[in-house]
């Protein structure tokens, strides 16, 4: 795979449903802490699915959010399958799978089942690590639970690259190799920005040389076969650039980008939906 794209180009005409502001985690890194929102803890799916059906011209996809959308279960279930039932788009879910999603087993596999896609925030392979990513204990094996889930085609592995929590190359190392004997269709490693104190280049770390994410592609497949010997698994790398990221530069690449796009009109069609069925243009 050799594909490069930036999501900030207007790549995706989706909505995504920021389903819940309630998380049963406190990670400093988390997207959700950028933005006050309007901190409601339980969706209003009538509202929510009433909102994408009348805003689905143009979408191919939904991605469900929050906080932890898993949290709400039952009523993440019955979103899910409204949705497929009166619409023909992709449905995918990112969680950090709580313990709910343990204790209901069967009703997890019966959201597995309807998605086109599940994105596990797994955080680390050491559960002592991935405890102090999340600020909390774990009260189930994770690793035991990953494992034992079917449709692995459908799923997806998300890491992030951070200090002081995963930024070396035998950690990163240690978490590939781990996930990559599991057999989930990908693993994404995302770059988290906010700063010298968190941020690290996945590039720098292992050697690589990489072109500018502005200008060539943010989100780019590895060719992880040159980086670990009989690596299977195909691995996206989401790397930061100098718009998200205040330590890094600008190429002259990215200055002739960045001059083109002021009069670039947007090619996609995206929103957020927020619990009680609020469309808005970004998050707020």
Same mark, same amino acid.
């Given at each position: 795979?050799?594909? =490069?794209?930036?999501?900030?180009?207007?790549?995706?005409?989706?909505?995504?449903? *920021?389903?819940?502001?309630?998380?049963?985690?406190?990670?400093?890194?988390?997207?959700? +802490?950028?933005?006050?929102?309007?901190?409601?803890? +339980?969706?209003?799916?009538?509202?929510? #699915? /009433?909102?994408?059906?009348?805003?689905?011209?143009?979408?191919?996809?939904?991605?469900?959010?929050?906080?932890?959308?898993?949290?709400? &279960? %039952?009523? &993440?279930? @019955?979103?899910?399958?409204?949705?497929?039932?009166?619409?023909?788009? =992709?449905?995918?879910?990112?969680?950090?799978?709580?313990?709910?999603?343990?204790?209901?087993?069967?009703? !997890? $596999?019966?959201?597995? @089942?309807?998605?086109?896609?599940?994105?596990?925030?797994?955080? *680390?392979?050491?559960? @002592?690590?991935?405890?102090?990513?999340?600020?909390?204990?774990?009260?189930? @094996?994770?690793?035991?639970?990953?494992?034992?889930?079917?449709?692995?085609?459908?799923?997806?592995?998300?890491?992030?690259?951070?200090?002081?929590?995963?930024?070396? +190359?035998?950690?990163?190392?240690?978490?590939?190799? *781990?996930?990559?004997?599991?057999?989930?269709?990908?693993?994404?490693?995302?770059?988290?920005?906010? /700063?010298?104190? #968190?941020?690290?280049?996945?590039?720098?770390?292992?050697?690589?040389?990489?072109?500018?994410?502005?200008?060539?592609?943010?989100?780019?497949?590895?060719?992880? *076969?040159?980086?670990?010997?009989?690596?299977?698994?195909?691995?996206?790398?989401?790397?930061?650039?100098?718009?998200?990221? %205040?330590?890094?530069?600008?190429? !002259?690449?990215?200055?002739?980008? #960045?001059?083109?796009?002021?009069?670039?009109?947007?090619?996609?069609?995206? /929103?957020?939906?927020?619990?009680?069925?609020? $469309?808005?243009?970004?998050?707020?």
């Amino acid at each position: 795979m050799k594909s =490069k794209c930036n999501c900030c180009d207007g790549i995706y005409n989706s909505l995504d449903i *920021h389903f819940t502001s309630a998380c049963d985690n406190n990670c400093s890194h988390c997207v959700d +802490k950028c933005f006050e929102g309007l901190n409601i803890s +339980k969706p209003n799916v009538e509202a929510i #699915v /009433g909102t994408i059906v009348k805003n689905k011209e143009g979408i191919d996809d939904v991605l469900f959010l929050g906080g932890e959308p898993c949290l709400y &279960l %039952d009523e &993440l279930v @019955d979103c899910v399958s409204q949705i497929k039932q009166k619409t023909s788009l =992709k449905v995918f879910v990112t969680t950090s799978v709580p313990k709910v999603c343990n204790t209901k087993y069967d009703k !997890f $596999l019966e959201l597995l @089942d309807l998605l086109d896609g599940l994105n596990l925030s797994v955080q *680390h392979y050491k559960e @002592d690590m991935a405890d102090k990513i999340r600020n909390t204990v774990s009260t189930y @094996d994770r690793q035991t639970f990953y494992s034992s889930l079917p449709q692995k085609d459908k799923i997806r592995i998300n890491l992030n690259i951070v200090k002081p929590f995963l930024y070396t +190359k035998e950690d990163i190392s240690g978490c590939l190799r *781990h996930y990559d004997l599991m057999g989930f269709n990908s693993i994404k490693l995302s770059e988290i920005q906010h /700063g010298k104190d #968190v941020f690290v280049s996945f590039g720098k770390v292992f050697g690589i040389s990489l072109k500018s994410p502005y200008s060539d592609g943010c989100q780019t497949y590895l060719n992880m *076969h040159e980086i670990l010997e009989g690596f299977k698994t195909p691995v996206l790398l989401k790397r930061s650039c100098f718009m998200c990221e %205040d330590t890094l530069k600008a190429s !002259f690449e990215d200055g002739i980008k #960045v001059i083109r796009n002021l009069f670039r009109l947007a090619g996609n069609k995206y /929103g957020v939906i927020y619990e009680n069925g609020l $469309l808005t243009k970004g998050w707020i």
